[in-house]
């Protein structure tokens, strides 16, 4: 904390979290009587009784409930607009996002198309987006079954224009979930990879929100818990994803890194990846982010090297005295979750990408540059995309 | 955090923090056209200018106000109904407080006023109170001078009876502010006795709802960056009041502690000192908590070790190995900010009133003792006033 910080927190997210707390969504005061459940196009929403589980306890609390189940891993605009649509012919009132980032993020977007006439990239102020204001949009409660994106405490939506090969994340105050129950009893089923690929984007959302030059007093205690309980539960949870206390850690590890997204942001790691998957949508967002990650936390090493050694503090409890113990703590960490040596040429990526994935990042999400220690040149950016090249 | 914790977050203030921010009333999306502005019956918001300042920025944001300002140190239901009264015949459509906890907490308790028919102990669900259902309360803005009560951040008004003799904190979501102004610059002519009391007001906010057995893992976070904060930068603020980083630190963990009296408790400490202010009102809030607080937490030693010896290691920033390392630094704070010899006979406390203040403890806030780390006899609560007595 500065001498002199200004800043502001206003999350208005009704937040609950706990193991076996889904059933709240049969209590609670909900936004409406009519929900719009929006899910993904995979199986395990259904496979697992989570999706009647939602509809059942929706019901006990005497709302009714229509299912959109076709958003994708990295979620399209296309499908955001369909489900807008049935939501407008069905007169839904709110929408339940359930599932990972993709079907909640979606539902926000959803929830603004429900309201806003139009195509969703008139409203958005990046990229090839008209950025038109958005003025209101339907409540959305989000029940994730991934801890990662924490997306359950941020307004933000990350969707991808299929046509322009834009992933732009956006959202205002109206995006905010009205409710969001975290229950981690929701994430037993999510195998070893994928716990990995989802907790490293809590990681860098809470160290990316760390790093970045409008970090405030409240954003650096939801990070540095994140961090520290990530680092220490995240690899437990990869190893035996039955073990509820590290599920249970991690999930609020995510909450709280989507609440370091509400109050600092994310960097340019995060505009980096998304140009990756924006071009490759079959890969996952958290592998590419780990991916370059060692790359590009080593380009700001001697940056911001007092807030490298708290990270680093924070994550082996131990004094740190040079900003590399982080790298090096966050290089461990990669290894005993098994995702360090990810290859981005197993997605399809080639060498030859990189130049035109500087643009998209710039182009896309050219904003979070301006929030890293320092800003990068082109050519830095390309070398953090070569460098993580294998 | 254990295994299973189970809790909620949910705390609808937007708070906007940082030295000259008073100026953002000018500027933020304000709840209504017309304010009543709530200060208290002292002269020092017209002496340093802050009750014009807010007039002239109020105007600039194109909102009328009219002035209640009869508001006593420990403020009372006759004058929340006075309030009430100007705020119905006036049409105001919110309330603005400005000062201490005193006056910020008569804006809530106006507001509920506003808005509902009756007495407003009607509506308190304690002591005497009839505890009716309260639907609605006019919205709060707070604009804090002071670093103690976390009021701005927290939905408790604390209101005293004064023909029943009972002060008891009471509040609902309707009663979190709207919006809260946390400026330090407006702290920095705050004497250093009474910086001392206010700061330890946060202190304990901070440390019992780090012991209540409510306690989150969000409120953990909340308290022990308040306490490490409060360790550190009060008695800089004490010894030099024009210190505005040490007035920002202390400002920002009064406002941490506010949070943690959303999200944890108070615990039984907080309804012991009640009592005795309720009796001897001219007995400030914080000096009376500073001095039970030794007695008080020496009493739960044995019953949360490990807690006690995580706020002595943020304190002190050395590990700690036995419980009475937090005594020990307590004690040590409270005597390098110069308020370890507090006499309650100052106030005119006397140790034959002591058996009636356990009563009127149990009575007012006995939900508190419920909170507490273990249930303590009415004989423990007695000697904890006793052992205090100087």
Chains 1, 2 share one sequence.
């Not at 609390?61 to 990295?74: A, D, G, R």
């Not at 990869?238 to 590890?253: H, P, Q, S």
């Not at 592998?287 to 050694?309: H, P, Q, V, W």
């Amino acid at each position: 904390m500065n001498t002199n910080p200004v800043f502001s927190l206003y999350i208005p997210t009704r937040i609950v979290f706990g193991c076996g707390e889904i059933k709240r969504l049969a209590t609670e005061k909900l936004p409406g009587k009519k929900a719009l459940i929006v899910i993904s196009s995979g199986t395990s929403m259904k496979k697992y009784g989570y999706l009647d589980k939602v509809i059942e306890l929706l019901k006990e609390n005497e709302t009714e409930s229509v299912v959109f189940n076709k958003i994708l891993p990295n979620p399209t605009k296309k499908h955001v607009m369909e489900a807008a649509a049935l939501c407008k012919d069905e007169k839904c009132d709110f929408i339940v996002g359930l599932g990972g980032g993709s079907s909640i993020d979606s539902a926000k977007a959803i929830a603004v198309m429900a309201c806003n006439p139009g195509d969703y990239w008139d409203y958005i102020p990046a990229g090839t987006g008209k950025g038109r204001p958005v003025s209101k949009a339907l409540p959305v409660v989000a029940i994730p079954t991934t801890a990662g994106t924490g997306t359950e405490a941020d307004p933000w939506s990350v969707i991808t224009n299929e046509d322009t090969k834009e992933k732009i994340g956006f959202g205002s105050e109206l995006t905010y979930p009205a409710l969001s129950i975290i229950d981690p009893e929701l994430m037993l089923s999510i195998p070893p990879h994928l716990t990995a690929y989802q907790g490293f984007d809590a990681f860098f959302h809470a160290a990316e929100g760390f790093i970045a030059n409008c970090s405030t007093p409240i954003s650096d205690l939801y990070a540095l818990e994140a961090i520290r309980l990530l680092y220490k539960y995240l690899p437990v949870a990869v190893a035996d994803g039955r073990n509820i206390k590290a599920r249970a850690k991690v999930a609020w590890a995510s909450t709280l890194a989507g609440l370091v997204e509400s109050t600092s942001s994310c960097t340019s790691e995060h505009s980096m990846e998304h140009a990756m998957s924006a071009y490759y949508p079959q890969l996952p967002h958290g592998a590419g982010l780990i991916a370059i990650s060692e790359a590009y936390f080593e380009t700001f090493r001697n940056d911001c090297m007092k807030r490298y050694m708290k990270m680093a503090e924070v994550m082996t409890q131990l004094k740190s005295n040079r900003p590399s113990d982080f790298i090096d703590a966050l290089v461990r960490m990669q290894k005993e979750c098994k995702v360090h040596e990810l290859k981005l040429s197993d997605w399809g990526i080639k060498m030859e990408d990189f130049p035109k994935m500087v643009q998209n990042a710039r182009d896309t999400m050219g904003a979070l540059f301006t929030l890293d220690p320092r800003p990068l040149t082109d050519e830095e950016v390309l070398n953090i995309y070569q460098k993580s090249f294998k």
